[in-house]
């Protein structure tokens, strides 16, 4: 639970930051909760949503080296402007393209800030007995 309300916050900060720095999303209503309605829609899209549109565009994901990644941010911010028709507007693709992009950046930033990264270091150590080369009954190895 601490974990979804730290993504929560983070990411309503972001969505805050990109509406406050562009000019094309904007906040319809100045009610103190649709930051957080906001935030909360992008990331269940981004939780459901996402990932289908990630897996029907994995050519394309390849062909461009994963930079059709930030079509499918854009294209998910589209949607929740569209959802969200009367609390948050999101004018034209570019600046949903955009507003990814700044929220990606900033909410990436204030992660790294607090110490809230999905991938954490861990190391194994491999026993004795894999250490020691082939199981025995493998018979010989011929390396040409």
């Keep these: 639970m601490k974990k979804f309300l730290t993504s929560w916050i983070v ?6 930051v ?3 720095v562009l000019p094309g999303l904007h ?3 100045n009610n103190l909760w649709t930051p957080f309605i906001t935030a909360l829609v ?4 981004n939780a459901f949503i996402r990932p289908l549109l990630m897996f029907f565009a ?9 930079l059709f990644t930030l079509v499918i941010n854009a294209l998910v911010l589209k949607l929740v402007g569209w959802l969200l028709s009367e609390s948050f507007a ?3 693709f570019s600046s949903a393209l955009l507003g990814a992009i700044i929220i990606s950046i900033v909410s990436m930033v204030l992660n790294k800030m607090i110490g809230n990264t999905d ?14 080369g082939p199981p025995s009954g493998s018979g010989p190895v011929i390396d040409v």
């Design 119 to 132: 991938t954490k270091p861990r190391s194994e150590r491999k026993s004795a007995a894999k250490k020691a």
């Design 11 to 16: 990411n309503t900060l972001a969505v805050g």
């Design 58 to 66: 994995l050519p394309l994901l390849i062909v461009t080296l994963g």
């Design 18 to 20: 990109a509406v406050s």
């Design 42 to 45: 992008l990331g269940i899209l």
């Design 90 to 92: 999101v004018d034209g």
């Design 27 to 29: 906040f319809k209503n």
